[in-house]
C-alpha cells in the first residue's frame, strides 16, 4: 500500500468523526460530549498531520521547492491552524466557545482533507512513484 492510500483512509475515518461532531453541534446540550468526541479524533489526527509532514512532504519539497510558502508550505501552515484549534476543542471550552472554534476548524479540516484528496496526493503519485510511496508506507504504523 502506498502512504497516500493509507492517508486516504485516515482521512475517510476523521471525516465520519467530524459529521458526528456536526451532528452533535448542532443538536446543542452539554458540551462535555462534544470535547468527548473532539478528544478520541485529536490524536490520531494530530499523529496523521505528523506522519504527512515527516515522510510525505520532505520528498515533495525536494521536487517541488519552497521549504516555506509553495503548496507544502500551506499545507504545513493549515496543520498549524488545525493543531490550535484542536488544542482549544480538547480543553475545557464553553459550548458557545466550542461551537465557534468547531465551526472554523470542522470548514478548515474538510477543505485541506479535499486538497490533499485532489491535489496533493494524486501529484505525489505522479511526482514521486508508487514504489517510493509504498516505502514511506512501511516506515510509519497506522495512525487510525
Ligand atoms: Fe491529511
Redesign the pocket.
Known amino acids: 500500500m502506498r502512504i497516500i492510500d493509507r ?1 486516504s483512509r ?2 475517510d475515518a476523521f471525516v465520519v468523526q467530524l459529521d458526528g461532531l456536526r451532528a452533535d453541534v448542532a443538536r446543542g446540550g452539554d458540551v462535555r460530549a462534544a470535547i468527548e468526541g473532539m478528544r478520541v479524533l485529536a490524536e490520531p489526527l494530530l499523529k ?2 505528523a506522519n ?1 509532514e515527516a515522510l510525505l512532504f520532505p520528498d515533495l519539497v525536494l521536487k517541488l521547492g519552497g521549504e516555506t510558502g509553495g503548496p507544502v508550505g500551506v499545507l504545513r501552515e493549515e496543520h498549524v491552524i488545525i493543531h490550535g484549534q484542536v488544542d482549544h476543542l480538547s480543553a475545557e471550552p464553553t459550548r458557545a466557545a466550542f461551537d465557534q472554534v468547531f465551526t472554523a476548524f470542522d470548514k478548515i479540516l474538510r477543505e ?2 479535499a486538497k ?1 484528496e485532489e491535489v496533493v496526493f494524486p501529484l505525489s503519485a505522479q511526482l514521486l512513484g508508487d514504489e517510493r510511496l509504498s516505502e514511506m508506507n512501511e516506515e510509519i504504523p497506522a495512525a487510525v
Do not use: K, T, V
Open positions: 492517508f485516515e482521512h496523521h498531520a504527512e485541506h482533507i490533499e
